[in-house]
């Protein structure tokens, strides 16, 4: 039986099992109504004003005809994971035993898909509830790789999302993730190193080195997210499942000449050499 209480990270406790990780992730967090309308109401903020921090978000939040203290704000932005994207000195420590990798994509030319892999997690409210939702993206192609829902942070759904990728579509030159502590973590950065794959990690808070992904959480919240109030898990999964399939294959992107992310990611695919 998985004990969530247990020191023992979910993906051992899973594998020691003989479970599949996925499965450990099928329960909501349950929420007090109030805090989820108010977690429904910073999410969309921060969308729109990704540098705004509890205190800016309090007053937006005034604005809008929520009350709720600083103090709840700040509890809640932690519990979403989210926090203000700002230019500022790269002060932050990685946890105990985690090393923080630079930064790689600076000025770098993202000319072909493959090239560049990029990851994040975000927040996505349910009708009674919330869970994380994480994806692998193609940097050049805009194209989501695969992707992964979970009720915790745990680093094993990221692990499962970047293990189908690579299963499906092989690896990239450069993983670039923010400085999550799942992605910071021993079991995460050991299967990109033992890939060959270089890590890159943006700027703590550093709001330039995440808009490219945060433009996708956008299109996925305003185009899906925010027209459901989903029931349960698998409800989440089917419906946002069949909205990454359209996001994919048939929703063009004025930045990719108006090409969707299949086509831009498989119209510039190297070919492969037939041997003679």
């Known amino acids: 039986m998985i004990d969530r209480a247990h020191e023992l990270p979910l993906i051992r406790q899973a594998r020691a099992l003989g479970i599949s990780r996925g499965s450990v992730y099928y329960l ?6 109030a805090d989820l309308a108010l977690m429904r109401a910073i999410d969309a903020l921060h969308l729109e004003y990704p540098f705004a ?3 800016m978000l309090q007053g937006l939040l005034g604005a809008d005809g929520h009350r709720a203290g600083r103090l709840h704000v700040a509890t809640l932005m932690k519990r979403m994971g989210i926090e203000a994207l700002y230019r ?3 002060t932050s420590k990685p946890a105990p035993g985690h090393k923080i990798f630079p930064y790689l994509l600076r000025k770098l030319p993202v000319t072909r898909p493959n090239q560049v892999w990029a990851m994040d997690i975000t927040y996505i409210p349910m009708a009674r509830g919330f869970v994380y939702l994480t994806a692998v993206v193609d940097w050049f192609s805009r194209k989501v790789l695969a992707w992964r829902l979970s009720i915790t942070m745990d680093v094993a759904f990221c692990i499962e999302a970047v293990e189908e990728a690579m299963a499906r579509f092989g690896k990239p030159e450069i993983f670039n993730t923010d400085q999550g502590s ?3 973590s021993r079991e995460f950065t050991t299967l990109l190193i033992g890939a060959g794959i270089r890590i890159s990690m943006d700027g703590k808070g550093a709001w330039r080195d995440n808009v490219f992904v945060e ?7 305003y185009e899906e997210v925010y027209l459901r109030a989903y029931a349960s898990v698998s409800d989440a999964r089917a419906s946002i499942g069949r909205y990454l ?3 994919n294959g048939r929703r063009p992107h004025q930045s990719l000449g108006r090409q969707t ?3 831009a990611y498989f ?6 050499p037939v041997a003679a």
Do not use: C, E, H, M
Not at 215 to 221: A, E, N, P
């Open 215 to 221: 433009r996708i959480w956008k299109s996925v919240k």
């Open 182 to 184: 799942q992605f910071t």
């Open 88 to 90: 500022r000195p790269n």
């Open 261 to 263: 992310p299949d086509q």
């Open 53 to 55: 921090g509890s205190r």
């Open 267 to 272: 119209n510039a695919l190297q070919p492969i």
């Open 245 to 247: 399939a359209f996001y």
């Open 28 to 33: 909501p967090r349950a929420v007090p109504a």
